[in-house]
Structure formats: C-alpha cells, structure tokens
T-cell receptor, first 114, second 111 residues
Framework: EPEVTQTPSHQVTQMGQEVILRCVPISNHLYFYWYRQILGQKVEFLVSFYNNEISEKSEIFDDQFSVERPDGSNFTLKIRSTKLEDSAMYFC????????????FGSGTQLSVL | KQEVTQIPAALSVPEGENLVLNCSFTDSAIYNLQWFRQDPGKGLTSLLLIQSSQREQTSGRLNASLDKSSGRSTLYIAASQPGDSATYLCAVRHGNNRLAFGKGNQVVVIP
C-alpha cells in the first residue's frame, strides 16, 4: 500500500529556533494536510493545502507557521521561533482526488522544544 | 463546533472476546467518518471509512456502523487478538475541509 513518508522522525530544538518538518505525500494525491497531537490530547487539525495554496487553516495555524510544496513531491511545515508549547507529534496526511476520500497519515515527527 | 467523544476511554479484554468501541459526534452534518488505529508513539493507520450515505463498512474482523442522525458510530472487532492492542481513533469529516478526532479508545487484549 502506498505510504506517506515523514522526516525526521524526531526533532529536538531550542526555544526560538526555526524547524522544518518534511513530508512526501502519496504521489497521485491532491490534498495535503498537517495535524498535530500534543501528548495525551486529541489529534488536531492545523492546515489543508490544495492546488498549491492553503485551502483552510485552524486557529492554531498563526503567522508562526507556514507550509510549502516546493518541488511537486515534498510538502513542508515550517515553524518559526518555536515555543515550548509547540512540542507535539506532527502528522502529515494526504488524500486523493476528492474530499470524501480516505486520508493516509504518515508516521509523524516528534518535535521537542527545550 | 464539532465535538467527537469516544467511550470507553480504555478497556481490557481477554483474547477471543469481541470488542465494541463507541464514537459520538455532536453535528450530524458530516461527509464521512474514518476509524484509525494508533500504536504508541506511531502514526495513524486507516482502518475503515464510512461515507455519510452508508450504514456500515466491513474489513476482515472489523465492522463499523454509522447512525448519522443520532451522531454515533460503533467499531466492532471480532475475536480479538493480542495484536489488536492499540488506541482506536474515530474522526469525522464535516462541513469544512478537516477531520475532527476523538481522544481514542485504548484497548488491551490479554493473552
């Protein structure tokens, strides 16, 4: 079965630093997402991306965050000036050609901000 | 705002018993509902997707039902095995382009 690939699996950074989380979605998918899960809490939506632009973002996704699809295969989440509360597991997901299709999630990047 | 609740939060069953996991959601205007499995520290594995027009979906030992009008879904796992031990997440896709997740049912199957 096709997979969504995320790198790195773990990232440790100092507060105030910038991090870039990387994802390779499934190749023929058109919809891309970032979600995060703070330890012990629900998985929560950050942003969706379609046709090379953000289609929706949550209240969490403020100016500190940005997404990019730089080369047609990678999908990145950049977090500028990280804060302690950004520590979480970040999941990338991709969906097919329609909103009603199944979402496939990557194995996540565990981000720890010290 | 869509709220998703999963009951029970945790359960332990002896191997061979059937598992029944419940999910409820507050807004019945959903596109679909998806059940996922999450192993500790790992990603989400999609198990079943039920469209809003469907009543149930089956895959092997797994069966998921959907009662959209009452805002409920149930995941049945027949003849549980120790390898079924994991957290099971329910997620609904609703009016906008996002999934709303429950907190999960943490399952332990005792050999």
């Amino acid at each position: 079965e096709p997979e969504v690939t995320q790198t790195p699996s773990h990232q440790v950074t100092q507060m105030g630093q910038e991090v870039i989380l990387r994802c390779v979605p499934i190749s023929n998918h058109l919809y891309f997402y970032w979600y995060r899960q703070i330890l012990g809490q629900k998985v929560e939506f950050l942003v969706s991306f379609y046709n090379n632009e953000i289609s929706e973002k949550s209240e969490i996704f403020d100016d500190q965050f940005s997404v990019e699809r730089p080369d047609g295969s990678n999908f990145t989440l950049k977090i500028r000036s990280t804060k302690l509360e950004d520590s979480a597991m970040y999941f990338c997901a991709s969906g097919g050609t329609g909103l009603g299709e199944k979402l496939f999630f990557g194995s996540g990047t565990q981000l720890s901000v010290l | 705002k869509q709220e998703v609740t999963q009951i029970p939060a945790a359960l332990s069953v002896p191997e061979g018993e059937n598992l029944v996991l419940n999910c409820s959601f507050t807004d019945s205007a959903i596109y679909n509902l998806q059940w996922f499995r999450q192993d500790p520290g790992k990603g989400l594995t999609s198990l079943l997707l039920i469209q809003s027009s469907q009543r149930e979906q089956t895959s092997g030992r797994l069966n998921a039902s959907l009662d959209k009008s009452s805002g409920r879904s149930t995941l049945y796992i027949a003849a549980s095995q120790p390898g079924d031990s994991a957290t099971y997440l329910c997620a609904v896709r609703h009016g906008n382009n996002r999934l709303a997740f429950g907190k999960g049912n943490q399952v332990v199957v005792i050999p």
